[in-house]
C-alpha cells in the first residue's frame, strides 16, 4: 500500500517540526509548507538530520490561496496539520486586524482547497486558551469555552467553529481540533527545539536563556494567586508526546475510526505545576542556580488550569509519558547546543 501523504502547514517551526518527526517515524509522508515568517532553516535542517531526508520544504503563505491552491495540486494529500499561524499574544492586542486576517484567511484557504479537492482530513492546532478562566478543574473537552481574552484566543476559537461547521456542510472533510496545553522541551537529539525571536515570552525559553546568561533574571509573574504555593498553575506537555498526538489524530481519521466528522481532544498530561515548581525542577535536574525574583502578575493570565486528558487517553490511544525532569534536561540540552555551548 502507497504511504499516505500529510501536509503540515508552519512545519519548520517548534511544534511543526517535532510532528514532522514523528509523522515521518511512523511510516507517513510529509510535506512541510511554511511561509518562515517566524523562523529560520535551523528547525528544518535539524528534522532532516534526525531522519537522514530532506523531505519537501515549499515556502509559501497559505494566506495566498492560489499558493495553496498549488500546492494540493501538486502533492497528493490524504491529511493536512495546520499550525500556520500568528501566536504572540501581547502582539494581537495590539495588532488584532493582522491576528484575524493571517489565522483566519490561512484556516479558510486550507479549508477551501480540501473542499475543491473533494475532501480532506484536517487536524486544527487548537489551544487550552479557549477554555479561558475556568474554576472547574481540570477541563474536559466539554468544559465551556469561555470569551477569549486576547484576538490571538479567538482566532483560535473561531478556527474551531469553522472546523467544525465545514465538516457539517462539507462533504469529505473530517477535522479534530487538539487543544494543547503548555507545550515545552526539545527533542531528546538537541537538534530541533524552540527558537523565540525576540525577548521570550513563554516561562521555558525565558527560564533557558537566563540560564545560559541570555537574560539576567526571571521574573515569576504572581506570588499571591490562591494556589498551594502562590504562582501560577499550568499543564506542561513535552513536545514529543504532543507530537504524537498529532500522529494519533491522523491514523483516527485515515483509518475511518472517527466516531463523529468533527471531533476535539484536550492534549495535556492532566497534572499541575506551579511556575515555582518548574523551576525548582529545572535547578534540580540540571544541577544548576537559576536567578530568579518575584514580580507583579502579569495581564490576561489565568490562575490555574490543567486538562483531564481522559479522552485522548482512551479514544485517541494516546498518553503522556516524559516526565517533567527528561523535557526540562531536554530544554536546557537544546538551549546549550544553540549557544553553541
Ligand atoms: C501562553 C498564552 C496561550 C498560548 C500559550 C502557548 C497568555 C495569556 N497565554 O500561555 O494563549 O496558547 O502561551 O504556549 O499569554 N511566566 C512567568 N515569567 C515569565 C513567563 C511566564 O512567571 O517570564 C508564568 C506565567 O505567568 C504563567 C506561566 O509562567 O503562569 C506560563 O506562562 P507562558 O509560558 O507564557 O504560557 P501561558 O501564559 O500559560
Redesign the pocket.
Known sequence: MSKKCVLVSGGAGFIGSHVTVELYNAGYDVVIADNMSNCDETCYNGVSQILGVRLPLVKMDFCDRAAVDKLFADYHIDAVIHFAAF?A?GESVSEPAKYYENNLGSFLNVIEASRAQGGCNIVFSS???VYGETDKLPVTEESPRMPA??P??NTKQICEDILRDSVKAYAGIKGIALRYF??IGAHPSALIGELPRGVP????P?ITQTAIGKREC?????NDYPTPDGT?Q?DYIDIVDLAKAHVCAVARMLDGKMAEGYEIFNVGTGRPVS?LELVNAFEKVNKLKLNYKFAPR?A??VTAIWADPKKANEVLGWKAERSIEETLAAAWAWEKRIAGK
Open positions: 501566536k499574544v489551544s487550552a486558551t481574552t486576547s490571538y484566543g503548555n507545550p515570552n513563554n516561562l521555558v525565558f526571571l521574573s515569576i509573574f504572581g501560577c499550568r511556575v502579569r490576561g493570565d
